[in-house]
């Protein structure tokens, strides 16, 4: 696979294309393969491997129609939510019968389907017949495993994402405010978009890069709240894989989402639904030394996680075709 010259077709940037497309795309020519990029289909050149992700707009669409019907290049489409099953309203919205009509057609066309999941790709499998679909988990680079270690005793609790987690986070927040309330030297730092200022609150918008952000990401605890939706559990688990590469004690609520990638109490902490987070924070707030412990042991788990690891999982589903 490393004699194939690899075109990404990235119409739009975002975290989403850095991770499902740009990053394995970094490793691959770091081992010595040939890959390019551009929002322009013009510039694919001679590549005979074209990749893209989530492609629904009418242009993208066509275009992608054009290159199945002249059969030259290998063809991957990579997926990475249940956009035909959302649970935000915008999402709803945005995404409807047309949208999703063109994003089945355009998968259909694919001679390769990545995704995140197994149970993503079980959905996917169900909607579009698709019989060459791989699982490619989200990873990150190896780079973040050297970065230093947040502060044994810096007292802050986590949490990034975008607006499209507005739902999940909304329910988390009195449990914060009142975990904050009985530990005034605790802060709380958001990364994502900015709020009104408010008492142990820390808030930082998305104006610089995924790179920056891992560079300057502080926090001792990261929480992740899903609310329990098909949605979510078809998601994948980066925000644990996140975590634990930046030395970073994952709080996260047991679904299946996370099962078997943060192993309770000992590379992180599943909240159990018996269980409050303002409880769980308050008993890890206590016992500093395992959350030190936890850490460490999440970080050298993490190793399994990078890009480098994991990119012959890449290069057989872009050669199954």
């Given amino acids: 696979m490393t004699n194939s010259k690899v075109f ?32 322009a289909l013009n510039d694919a050149g001679d590549a005979d491997t074209i990749l893209a ?11 992608w129609h054009e290159l199945a019907d002249a059969g030259i290049h290998r063809l991957i489409l990579d997926i990475d939510d249940l956009m035909w099953a959302p649970d935000w309203d915008v999402f709803k919205k945005s995404w409807d019968p047309a949208t999703l009509d063109r994003l089945q057609s355009n998968i259909t066309r694919a001679h390769v389907v990545t995704t995140t999941t197994p149970r993503l790709a079980q959905r996917i499998r169900e909607w579009t017949g698709h019989p060459n679909i791989h699982v490619c988990p989200n990873t990150v680079p190896a780079w973040l495993l050297a970065r230093p270690m947040p502060e044994p005793y810096l007292q802050t609790v986590g949490w990034q994402g975008s607006s499209s987690h507005k739902n999940d986070i909304g329910s988390t927040i009195r449990n914060l405010e009142r975990f904050l309330a009985g530990h005034p030297d605790w802060k709380f730092r958001h990364y994502g978009h900015t709020q009104p200022p408010q008492p142990q609150v820390e808030s930082f918008p998305w104006n610089n890069s995924l790179d920056e952000y891992w560079q300057t990401v502080s926090m001792q605890l990261g929480i992740g709240p899903l609310r329990d939706t098909e949605f979510n559990r078809c998601k994948s688990p980066l925000r644990a894989v996140e975590y634990a590469a930046l030395g970073i004690v994952a709080v996260l609520p047991a679904c299946p989402t996370y099962d078997g990638w943060v192993h309770d ?33 999440a970080r050298e788990w993490a190793a399994n996680w990078t890009t480098e690891a994991n990119l012959s999982t890449w290069l057989k589903a872009w050669g199954s075709a």
């Avoid at 109490?265 to 018996?274: A, E």
Wanted: proline residues 5%; hydrophobic residues 40%.
């Fill in 8 to 39: 990404a077709w990235i119409p739009r940037e975002g975290g989403v294309n850095r991770f499902r497309v740009l990053e394995p795309l970094r490793a691959y020519t770091a081992a010595g393969g040939t890959a390019t990029w551009s929002k």
């Fill in 53 to 63: 992700h989530s492609l629904n707009t009418e242009q993208g669409t066509a275009g």
């Fill in 265 to 297: 109490g000992q590379t992180g902490v599943l909240i159990k639904p018996h269980q409050t987070l303002r409880g769980v924070l308050a008993g890890l707030a206590a016992d500093p030394q395992a959350c030190l412990k936890m850490a460490a042991a």
